[in-house]
């Protein structure tokens, strides 16, 4: 069935780096943009990046630009996150989600999540 | 981006119906037919309910509906049931950054 499961999460120390993995099945990975959302303790939903089925346009929220790094890998049909100089404020759950058009614009909502991985940053 | 506002709560008894807002700007909900609605059980992956305003994804139960009118969205929940319990977020395709998501309204069944 159609599944995206998120890993690598835990516990960093501040200014340390992590990447987050998202791995797809069930559906044609190469054919959807991609994104990851995340939400911190007690806070609501937080776009983080959008990535477009094929790789070559990517976008961020503000609270994230020129420190994290979304791509893809179609080939092993996985999504990365890669996090740097994290903070406090990226302690949350990371989920995935996969955009709802097929080769749509990344922009049609999220159709399919998975169940998210826990990133915490504490010294 | 600021986050899109919705109220932090709505409530209903069974049976009821209710309405959840989502008032973004001209710049999000206000010029793109890209809104949609999430709900989301704690500790659950979250689940699309709407999108594009006012279109339900199969499976979804019809008596959840969306519209739009100027800059702020609507989620109605009709026959209000103690399954519905949960949070809800609206979410918008915004010129500046892509998405935005409100800031959630959580539902208590009475």
């Known amino acids: 069935q159609v599944q995206l499961v998120e890993s690598g999460g835990g516990v960093v120390q501040p200014g340390r780096s992590l990447r987050l993995s998202c791995a797809a099945s069930?559906?044609?990975?190469?054919?959807?943009?991609m994104h990851w959302v995340r939400q911190a303790p007690g806070k609501g939903l937080e776009w983080v990046a959008t990535i477009s089925y094929e790789g070559g346009n990517k976008y961020y929220a503000d609270s994230v630009e020129g420190r994290f790094t979304i791509s893809r890998d179609n080939s092993k049909n996985t999504l990365y996150l890669q996090m740097n100089s994290l903070g406090g404020e990226d302690t949350a759950v990371y989920y995935c989600?996969?955009?709802?058009?097929?080769?749509?614009?990344?922009?049609?909502?999220?159709?399919?999540w998975g169940q998210g991985t826990t990133v915490t940053v504490s010294s | 981006q600021s986050a899109l506002t919705q109220p932090a709560s709505v409530s209903g008894s069974p049976g009821q119906s209710i309405t959840i807002s989502c008032t973004g700007t001209?710049?999000?909900?206000?010029?793109?037919?890209?809104v949609s609605w999430y709900q989301h059980h704690p500790g659950k992956a979250p689940k699309l309910m709407i999108y594009?305003?006012?279109n339900r994804p199969s499976g979804v139960s019809n008596r959840f509906s969306g519209s739009k009118s100027g800059n702020t969205a609507s989620l109605t929940i009709s026959g209000l049931q103690a399954e519905d319990e949960a949070d809800y977020y609206c979410?918008?395709?915004?010129?500046?950054?892509?998405?935005?998501f409100g800031t959630g309204s959580k539902v208590t069944v009475l």
């Open positions: 069930g559906f044609t990975f190469s054919a959807y943009a």
């Open positions: 001209s710049s999000d909900v206000g010029d793109y037919k890209y």
């Open positions: 989600a996969r955009d709802r058009s097929y080769y749509g614009s990344g922009r049609n909502g999220m159709d399919v």
């Open positions: 594009e305003v006012s």
């Open positions: 979410s918008s395709y915004t010129s500046s950054s892509l998405y935005v």
